[in-house]
């Protein structure tokens, strides 16, 4: 009986860190309503908990589609800490709006192979985005 419960725990165990991986990809952000430029992130696990999915701005642009060489934020997270939730969502994160410094909660769900919709929200207040995959 000990030996069973023990492989059952075991096999919950080694499945939860199996399908726990993080998500990965480069996504186009939607143009940003105050400057209108909007950026690549590229997604993968967290640096401080490869179970966490998280998200760093790896190129920005202004809105005449010109690359911002020396962007401030480049390198820094735009999204952090996504718990996969269930086959397509993430939850449980953070994502910072550069543009204003806020940070929301933030879920995360992927809508097809090339889109992604991302959402922040303060207390019931919620903005919603769809990111499109560059590679």
Known sequence: MMKTLIATVACLMISTHVFAGAFSGTYKTMPSKRSGGWAYVKFG?????????????????????????????????????????????????????????????????????????VSGCVLFICQAQEWSKVK
């Open 45 to 117: 696990a967290c640096k401080e908990n490869k179970h966490l999915t998280c998200g760093t701005l790896i190129k920005a642009f202004s809105k005449d589609g010109k690359v911002i060489k020396n962007y401030e934020h480049k390198g820094k997270y735009v999204v952090w800490d996504m718990k996969k939730d269930g086959d397509n969502n993430f939850s449980g994160g953070k994502i910072k709006d550069y543009s204003d410094g806020k940070v929301y909660n933030s879920k995360m769900e992927i809508l097809t192979k090339k889109k992604i919709g």
